[in-house]
Every structure is written in C-alpha cells, then in structure tokens.
T-cell receptor
Framework: GAVVSQHPSRVICKSGTSVKIECRSL??????MFWYRQFPKKSLMLMAT?????????EQGVEKDKFLINHASLTLSTLTVTSAHPEDSSFYIC?????????????FGNGTRLTVT | EDKVVQSPLSLVVHEGDTVTLNCSYE??????LLWYKQEKKAPTFLFML????IEKKSGRLSSILDKKELFSILNITATQTGDSAIYLC???????????FGKGTKLTVNP
C-alpha cells in the first residue's frame, strides 16, 4: 500500500529557531500533500494543502510566513516552522493520496512531535 | 459551516464487548466518509464509504453509511485491548481533496 514517511519523528528546539519537517511519499507520486496539526486530545486541524510546483494553500488563521511549505518534487513536501515559539509545540502530521483520485484514501505519515523550549 | 461530530467522545469497555461508534456530518457537496484508527502516532486508514447501506467489513470491524440521515457507524465486535485507540471520522467533499475531521472517539478496552 501507499507509504508516507515523515522525518523527524521528534524534535526539540529552542525558541526563536526554525525547524524543518519532511514528508515523503515512498512508493507513489503525490501532486498534493496535506499538513495537519494536532493538539492534545483534539482532532486533526488542516493547516495547508501543499501543491507540487506551486504555492501552498493555507487554511484560515494559519500564518503562511510562519509555516513555510515547499513541495519541490512529486515525492517530497517540507514544512518549516520559522522562529518557533513554545505555543508552536504540537504534533504535526502530513498526508498524501496515492493517486490523483478522490476515490483513494489519504495515507498519513507517522507525525512529528515538536517541542519548543 | 462544515462539521463532523463524533460520539461518544470516549468509551471504556471490557474485552469481548461490542462497541458502536457514531459519526454524523453536515458538509456541503459530500463525496466520501472515512474512518481512521489513531494509536500513538498517525492515523491508519480503516474504511472509505461512499454509498448508503453498503456495509464494509474487515475482520471484527465493520462500518456503514446512511447518506439520507447523514451519519455513519463503526462497529467493533469482540473487542481486544489492541483496539484501544482514537477512532477518527472524516468527510471528503467534492471538488476538494481536503478532509473535515471529527474530534474522535477515544476507545479504551480493558482486559
């Protein structure tokens, strides 16, 4: 089945630094990937839709200058949390669809636990 | 506003019990409803439902969709401790690849 790899799985950084999270589709090409954020005991909140070769589409309330998304190839999307603050600490998950078809489910990466000290 | 509501929010049962998880939705241009299981890390896919009344089954898990009443249920029979997880319901909309997620049901199965 479709495999999505996310790296790193866990990162601790100091306030003010930037952190890059990678999302790779290992055995398929993904023209679109999605980035979610999950707070403790809460559901997944869609942050942005990452489109290969074009700008990401951000959801309302998500700062595009703070959460930089790059989708440079059909198998890789990156999320960079710039000038991280403790309130950015969260669980970030990416997902991708196996084929460009609405009839195939999304597959998720294993997530990245970000802790900003 | 599009929304997906899951109930109950949490549930504690004993091994061997049967559970039913509920998901109701109000979204524009419904396309599909999906169930995911989330343990410690990212969600894993369980079912995708697009048609009413057709039960999907995988082992002890089954799910069905009612597009008239706008809800779906996920059944788990003969529960095991390994079924303990958060079960997420999500709805896909036509013309978009986005999913709208419910808050999840946290299921705890005690031995």
């Amino acid at each position: 089945g479709a495999v999505v790899s996310q790296h790193p799985s866990r990162v601790i950084c100091k306030s003010g630094t930037s952190v890059k999270i990678e999302c790779r589709s290992l055995d398929f090409q993904a023209t679109t990937m999605f980035w979610y954020r999950q707070f403790p005991k809460k559901s997944l909140m869609l942050m942005a839709t990452s489109n290969e070769g074009s700008k990401a589409t951000y959801e309302q309330g998500v700062e595009k200058d703070k959460f930089l998304i790059n989708h440079a190839s059909l198998t890789l999307s990156t999320l960079t949390v710039t000038s991280a603050h403790p309130e950015d600490s969260s669980f970030y998950i990416c997902s991708a669809r196996g084929v460009t078809s609405y009839n195939s489910p999304l597959h998720f990466g294993n997530g990245t636990r970000l802790t900003v000290t | 506003e599009d929304k997906v509501v899951q109930s109950p929010l949490s549930l504690v049962v004993h091994e061997g019990d049967t559970v039913t998880l509920n998901c109701s939705y109000e979204v524009t241009n419904f396309r599909s409803l999906l169930w995911y299981k989330q343990e410690k890390k990212a969600p894993t896919f369980l079912f995708m439902l697009t048609s009413s009344g057709i039960e999907k089954k995988s082992g002890r898990l089954s799910s069905i969709l009612d597009k008239k009443e706008l809800f779906s249920i996920l059944n788990i029979t003969a529960t095991q401790t390994g079924d303990s997880a958060i079960y997420l319901c999500a709805v896909g909309q036509g013309g978009s690849e986005k999913l709208v997620f419910g808050k999840g049901t946290k299921l705890t199965v005690n031995p």
